[in-house]
Structure formats: structure tokens, C-alpha cells
């Protein structure tokens, strides 16, 4: 990953020659064209907001039985409860109303394959280091249970009480739910 070939490789391409945002775009039209406003309220329907990896194999509403309007979705690499997803949380509950928390992580994810040695790698190919930490981890569950963690003792959130942690199996689509630290 240290030559520029790889780290800016050029966009896909779609068989008949555009981008794939071409292609995104294109799709939008169609969806467009039997579009009506469904007229609903920003506020999620069921109070949740629901934090999990960015994992293309997650078909978060479809696993977990939400319609449109339901919940909050937060997704990052790993679904880790970072600053930012305080911040989209404080923003969820206290100016949109919702109360529950619900956390998915998931077997096999990109995060247990690296370490923050990928931060120092980046540094040194570009000669800055990234401000993040990678938050790279070895055991899915006690990754689960350090982001509870981190959602419980947040000062800036409103509702504490209800935070739960699961891991999404992608091969047989089943959640498993980790018990918090006691
Ligand atoms: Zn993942």
C-alpha cells in the first residue's frame, strides 16, 4: 500500500464505459420518476438510533425488520463509537427524539485484520499522521462491550438506559447479543 498506484487507483468503471456514480445517478433518475413524498417527520418512528459497521453485507433494515422512518442509522468502520458517533447520537436524541441505542458489530470484519500499524503506515507514506486511531480489534465481543461502554458514560447523551450490543453473523444473518461489562 506505500506506492501511489495503489493508493489512488482509478474509479470502476461500468461495462458501457461511465463511473460508478454515473451508474448511481442513472438509478436515481428511475427512482425519482415513481417517487412521492412519503411525507414523513425527521424524528425516527421507533426512537432508535442503530450504530453498525459499514460492512456491504449488512442489510441493516432488512435484518433487523425496520421500514423507512424507523430509526437513526450511524455506520462507520467497525460500527466503533467514536467522537463523532457521540456526536451523531447526542444530535439523534436530543433534537430528534430518540431513546434507544442498539449496536451491531458482526463476525469477520475488516477491523480484525488490521492494527494501528496501518495509521503508521499511512504516515509514512504521506508524511502526516491521520488523527484517528484505527480502532482495530482482536475480539468482536469485547469490542462490543467497550462501545456500550462508551454510549453509557457519554455525558452528552440523554438516555443511557437503553443500550444494547449484538453481533451480526454474515453467514447464517442470526444477531447475537453481548452481555455488557459488568
Ligand atoms: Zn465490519
Request: aromatic share 4%.
Amino acid at each position: 500500500m506505500s506506492t501511489s498506484a495503489s493508493a489512488h487507483p482509478a474509479p470502476s468503471a461500468t461495462a458501457d464505459g461511465g463511473s460508478v456514480t454515473d451508474r448511481l445517478v442513472e438509478a436515481n433518475r428511475t427512482y425519482a420518476a415513481g417517487f412521492t413524498d412519503p411525507g414523513m417527520d425527521a424524528r425516527p418512528v421507533l426512537k432508535v438510533a442503530v450504530v453498525a459497521c459499514m460492512d456491504a453485507r449488512i442489510d441493516l433494515h432488512a435484518a433487523l425488520g425496520l421500514e423507512l422512518g424507523d430509526c437513526h442509522t450511524i455506520r462507520n468502520a467497525g460500527g466503533v463509537v467514536t467522537d463523532d458517533v457521540i456526536r451523531s447520537l447526542t444530535i439523534s436524541q436530543r433534537a430528534l427524539g430518540t431513546r434507544s441505542v442498539v449496536l451491531v458489530h458482526h463476525t469477520g470484519c475488516g477491523l480484525e485484520s488490521l492494527t494501528e500499524e496501518f495509521r503508521h503506515d499511512i504516515e509514512r507514506e504521506v508524511g502526516q499522521r491521520p488523527a484517528w486511531a484505527v480502532e482495530s480489534f482482536r475480539d468482536v465481543e469485547q469490542d462490543v462491550r467497550q462501545s456500550m461502554q462508551r454510549v453509557r458514560t457519554s455525558p452528552f447523551l440523554l438516555s443511557t438506559e437503553d443500550v444494547r450490543g449484538f453481533v451480526f453473523d454474515v453467514k447464517t444473518g442470526l444477531l447475537n447479543e453481548v452481555a455488557p461489562a459488568v
